[in-house]
């Protein structure tokens, strides 16, 4: 095993949770994880942070991150992450997600949602992933094994820049949603963002793999075109600055973070 002069250099906290995501795979940390960080949360009470899934008061959140951790980034409680309170946030206030019963395609679901959604939207609801013992379906999402017309959401959020061919999954998504039916497909973006998505599947390396695209098992860097690529997958793409209408501080979200939606027409 070889750190990163980054990693070895990061205060204790920060070091141990960087080691943690980088060396443990993501099964395996979904199972286990949990207890753990609601243990270390007592050490961060107070309220100068809210998580608006699990409701939790935070005098900050946990640093989360594989090289060089984010500050406030993960909520104790529930695992949240920036971006998944920034999609809580979003569907409350931006669409009826929480007002009816939908179908619901959630890919790779995320530990913080998985209860919460079951309970709104009971058998509607399915959650699928290629590994994730987490969810009912195993699926890979270049052959998503549900007919066309199904579902009136997806939820697929940092996937695409892990798969063979975005174009493809995203297909796969726009065919089993029903007419008006909407996604959420967000993916990481690595400043500097080149104006066009940059991939290759012949790079096998990981430190290679992580010089390129930013993670070790990543396989594309995304670009100023994805709105384009959602696009050309047979969707409407609408890309909203919803972060900027909302108190990122007090979520400890990233305020210039785009929600990205695809709309099937």
Known sequence: MVLSANVLSLPPMKKVIALLIRFVPRKYLQLFSGIGLKVLGVFYAGNAVECP????HYKQFLPYGRINPRPNALCPSCLSLERHRLIWLYMEQRTSFFQEK??????????CFMQRFDKLHGDGYITADIESPLAKVKMDIHDIPFEA????VVLCNHVLEHVNSDIK???EINRVLKPGGWAIMQVPFFSPVPDVTYE???VTDPREREKLFGQDDHVRLFGKDYAKRIEKAGMKALADDFAKSIDATRYGITANEMIYKGVKG
């Open 53 to 56: 899934i699990c409701k939790s």
């Open 102 to 111: 939908l179908k619901v395609l959630h890919i790779a679901p995320e530990p």
């Open 149 to 152: 017309n199904t579902f009136d």
């Open 169 to 171: 999954a995203m297909s």
């Open 200 to 202: 290759d599947l012949t």
